[in-house]
């Protein structure tokens, strides 16, 4: 049981790692840990995700909680569900960008704060195993909240004071969730586009809806070229996570899009992950604070410097307005508003960002040990012990002119690795070196 047990969600393969029993125990010990009275329950499109989601209503009740049963929905439309209607917390079920023989449990406290490893997720794994009295079921309440969710977001981005009637775009919703909020906004909104993959379907059969791998974005970047698009986006499984493409279909990646959502947004105190560009870190200068990589970091570091968005490399954006939650449906209406009042191409408003080569986020197969994890950090900072090093997540070590960080996936069994330098054939002698020496 404990290898499903992540650092800020359960997540495993269906039905050998996780199942119908994990389902209903998961429900009932969250309900007891948060000392529930209502909890919002939503899924992806996984084929196992609505199962094992009625299993989890069934703990929940069992536990005498009540359920706002959402159905089907995003994870950044789950979050503000559990706002909205200022619920106990919630469970959503999904494995976001992971392959389709994977689901999950992302469990959420009052407000949508993460539940995870440091504060709550052992604790329900030990309540899973504890013998309860019976107690009166709680009752379930069926509830959507889209339309909702779409003028918040329209409203709020300033979308709703914009003529789009002249922008033709591209997106790409993986065979995820995220159609079902993106057919209406685009409708609401009146702009032009070109809809690949909008049909939901839990096996992600036109490509991985891992978006933060460059080759997922291929036939999203052949569409924005071969359609005169000026914008391409793209969105994961769960739709919590965004790419652009410019009207080149060059990728234009999530470090690049908070730069540029921090320079016209009026520079706010801005929250991101170690890993970003140092050509994003010098614009924000003292109005970016520095997080380790999670949804459970980012939160916390933005609700302690009161900061106004936040994002990851990985394409996660988070805004205050939201109670310090995700929506790349927001970040991409933001984007699509700052590109419609410059009048500019994409390529020529992110250019002033692109000094640096970066190397994007590599996945790299490794062992469960950690001791081995432990040995292969060991190795890297003997070998390079005259850069500066860095622990907060991983280890980071900088050089004048490159730097690379390497940290343990939080979420699935592989090392993460990025590599910045000043030159592209730098980078990629860089990240070469580094590549054969992690796979001694």
């Known amino acids: 049981m404990d290898s499903i047990f992540k650092a800020y969600d359960v997540r495993g393969k269906y039905p050998d790692e996780l199942n119908e029993e994990t389902a209903f125990k998961i429900g009932d ?23 094992l989601a ?17 159905d089907r929905t995003t994870t950044p439309l789950f979050y503000f569900s559990v706002n909205t209607f200022s619920a106990d917390g919630g469970i959503m079920i999904t494995a976001s960008h992971n392959p389709p023989e994977y689901n999950g449990f992302k469990i959420v406290g009052p407000r949508s704060m993460d539940i ?3 504060n709550g997720l052992e604790e329900i794994e030990k309540l899973m195993e504890a013998k309860r009295l019976p107690a009166a079921k709680g009752r379930i309440d069926h509830q959507k909240l889209i339309d909702n969710y779409i003028n918040f977001l329209v409203e709020i981005s300033g979308a709703d004071k914009e003529d789009f009637s002249r922008m033709r775009m591209v997106a790409d919703a993986s065979n995820g969730m995220a159609s079902l909020v993106l057919a209406n906004l685009f409708s609401k ?3 032009s586009v070109v809809s690949m993959f909008f049909d939901i379907d839990g096996r992600f059969p036109n490509h991985s809806s891992d978006i933060s791998q460059a080759q997922n974005l291929d036939l999203l970047r052949k569409n924005v070229i071969s359609s005169g698009s000026v914008l391409g986006v793209a969105f994961d ?25 921090f320079k016209y947004l009026g ?3 801005t929250v991101y992950d170690l890993r970003i560009s140092k050509s994003i870190k010098a614009l924000m200068g003292s109005r970016g604070i ?14 302690e410097n009161d900061a ?9 954006f988070f805004f205050k307005e939201l109670r310090y939650s995700e929506s790349a449906a927001l970040a991409m209406l933001y984007m699509m508003v700052i590109l419609n009042r410059s009048q500019q191409p994409l390529s020529k408003i992110i250019k002033p960002l692109m000094k640096y080569a970066h190397s994007g986020e590599i996945s790299i197969a490794t062992s469960d040990s950690p001791l081995a994890t432990s040995e292969i950090f060991k190795m890297l900072k003997n070998k390079y012990h005259d850069g500066r090093l860095n622990e907060l997540d991983g280890i980071t070590v900088e050089y004048p002119d490159w730097w690379f960080n390497l940290r343990v996936s939080n979420t699935e069994p592989v090392l993460r690795l990025v590599v910045e330098a000043e030159t592209r054939f730098q980078m990629e002698e860089k990240q070469k070196e580094l590549l054969e020496l992690l796979r001694q």
Do not use: Y
């Not at 010990?29 to 609505?50: C, H, M, Q």
């Not at 652009?244 to 990728?251: A, C, T």
């Not at 106004?308 to 996660?316: D, K, V």
């Open 308 to 316: 106004a968005i936040g994002g990851e490399l990985t394409g996660h």
């Open 189 to 191: 909104i009146n702009v």
């Open 290 to 303: 520095v997080s380790k990589v999670g949804r459970t970091h980012m939160q916390k570091a933005m609700r």
């Open 29 to 51: 010990a969250t309900a007891i840990f948060l000392k529930a009275k209502k909890l919002v329950v939503g899924w992806d499109g996984r084929t196992s995700s609505e199962t």
């Open 116 to 118: 995870g490893r440091e």
């Open 237 to 261: 499984g769960d739709g919590d996570r965004i790419a652009l493409v410019d009207e080149k279909g060059n990728i234009i990646w999530p470090d690049r899009i908070l730069g540029l959502l």
């Open 54 to 70: 009625q299993k989890v209503i069934e703990g929940i009740i069992t536990a005498g909680c009540d359920v706002i049963s959402i």
């Open 267 to 269: 520079r706010p105190k």
